[in-house]
């Protein structure tokens, strides 16, 4: 699998400082690329990041700590030589598509050009409580991609007239820092977000699928690539891969409990949870983390199996999990970004979970 790319979260809290030296440790320990989520608010609600529930409270005040994604990207990007740098993913809801256009192709030469601009469809949660319109979010997705390919490939201005967007004369003369703009890599899952990515973007980042499921979205995409007159890999099949490492079997199960690694498992779609046996989290995506109730909170934790978390989490030993990566590679996956929730599980094993991180890149580069 030495085609496999590898990329790992970048820091996504303070100190800044720290974000730079750990994405320059990244590059020497040859990861591929470094992913920066972009959230104002985190899934976990207020009422239960407290103490009793995980130590990590009492040492983090708030669970929606987070970075600017494209800010550290052109701050760490700047000061590294060889790792791709990327957002997973913001969205053209809270940013508009000419200034993402803008801001990627100044992170393109900041980085000379390393940057990936990630986006996807948006979450209620980070666009609701900030007074925004959160209506059609696919069709705004679709709309601004379009937007983005059009200012980046003019020569002068151009108009556009859409269902959300209106532009007359609208211009953007930075070039691209090399050939070619960023790529534009998409967070998609359901059949028209995947016929966008085959018509619209270079690369796919989904979270975890089912390997057959997998397969077949990625037909999807290339399927409509070719109706789109482009190559049918011109989309590079990554995947947003939550890990939770454990040294043994015990300790697993003992983690997956966890009640905030079980709230982390409320992203999963309603049909995933009813695949498993599982009544989803009624109306969860419909909520504010930040405003739910404690009683509620621990309703929608208690109704979150541990089963799901091992559905949708790479689990195990370093063996185990990079032997579960495998079965993605063989159905087409080519970037995987590792995204570490073990001190979610338990605080204590944060260290070491790293160093499994790095042992399971060394397994999957000597895979051949």
């Known amino acids: 699998m030495r085609d496999l790319e590898i990329g790992v979260p970048g820091q996504i809290m303070p100190p800044a400082h720290r974000a730079v030296e750990l994405g320059q440790r990244a590059e020497a320990d040859g990861y591929d690329a470094l992913w920066w989520p972009?959230?104002?608010?985190?899934?976990?609600?207020?009422?239960?990041?407290?103490?009793?529930?995980?130590?990590?409270?009492?040492?983090?005040?708030s669970g929606h700590v987070y970075f600017d994604p494209l800010v550290m990207m052109g701050a760490v990007g700047a000061q590294t030589e060889t790792i791709k740098v990327g957002a997973v993913v913001t969205d053209l809801i809270r940013r508009h598509p000419a200034m993402v256009a803008n801001m990627a192709l100044t992170l393109d030469h900041l980085t000379q050009g390393r940057a990936i601009l990630g986006l996807g469809s948006g979450e209620r949660m980070n666009v609701t409580p900030y007074g925004m319109d959160f209506d059609r979010p696919v069709g705004r997705l679709e709309e601004g991609i379009e937007i983005i390919r059009a200012l980046w490939g003019a020569d002068g201005p151009i108009d556009y007239e859409g269902k959300f967007h209106h532009m007359k004369d609208a211009v953007l003369g930075l070039s691209p820092y090399g050939d070619t703009p960023p790529p534009i890599w998409t967070a998609a899952h359901g059949p028209r977000m995947l016929r966008i990515t085959g018509r619209l973007a270079d690369g796919w980042l989904p979270t975890k699928l089912a390997p057959d499921v997998y397969a077949d979205s990625l037909a999807t995409i290339r399927q409509a690539s070719v109706e789109a007159g482009r190559d049918a890999?011109?989309?590079?099949?990554?995947?947003?891969?939550?890990?939770?490492?454990?040294?043994?079997?015990?300790?697993?199960?003992?983690?997956?409990?966890?009640?905030?690694?079980?709230?982390?498992?409320?992203?999963?779609?309603?049909?995933?949870?009813?695949?498993?046996?599982?009544?989803?989290?009624?109306?969860?995506?419909?909520?504010?983390?930040?405003?739910?109730?404690?009683?509620?909170?621990?309703?929608?934790?208690?109704?979150?199996?541990?089963?799901?978390?091992?559905?949708?989490?790479?689990?195990?030993?370093?063996?185990?999990?990079?032997?579960?990566?495998?079965?993605?590679?063989?159905?087409?996956?080519?970037?995987?970004?590792?995204?570490?929730?073990?001190?979610?599980?338990?605080?204590?094993?944060?260290?070491?979970?790293?160093?499994?991180m790095r042992e399971v890149k060394d397994i999957l580069r000597g895979g051949g």
């Open 233 to 356: 890999e011109a989309v590079t099949p990554g995947l947003l891969a939550y890990v939770l490492a454990a040294p043994d079997e015990a300790t697993l199960r003992r983690m997956q409990e966890a009640p905030l690694l079980r709230a982390i498992m409320v992203m999963l779609p309603p049909q995933i949870f009813r695949e498993l046996g599982v009544e989803p989290p009624e109306g969860f995506h419909d909520l504010i983390p930040a405003s739910v109730p404690r009683e509620q909170a621990e309703a929608i934790i208690d109704g979150i199996p541990p089963k799901v978390v091992d559905y949708y989490c790479f689990c195990g030993t370093p063996e185990q999990i990079a032997e579960e990566v495998r079965t993605y590679y063989d159905a087409g996956l080519r970037h995987l970004i590792m995204w570490n929730v073990t001190a979610f599980g338990d605080p204590e094993l944060a260290g070491w979970s790293f160093k499994a």
């Open 38 to 61: 972009c959230h104002l608010m985190g899934w976990h609600p207020d009422s239960i990041w407290t103490p009793d529930m995980s130590p990590l409270a009492a040492v983090q005040p």
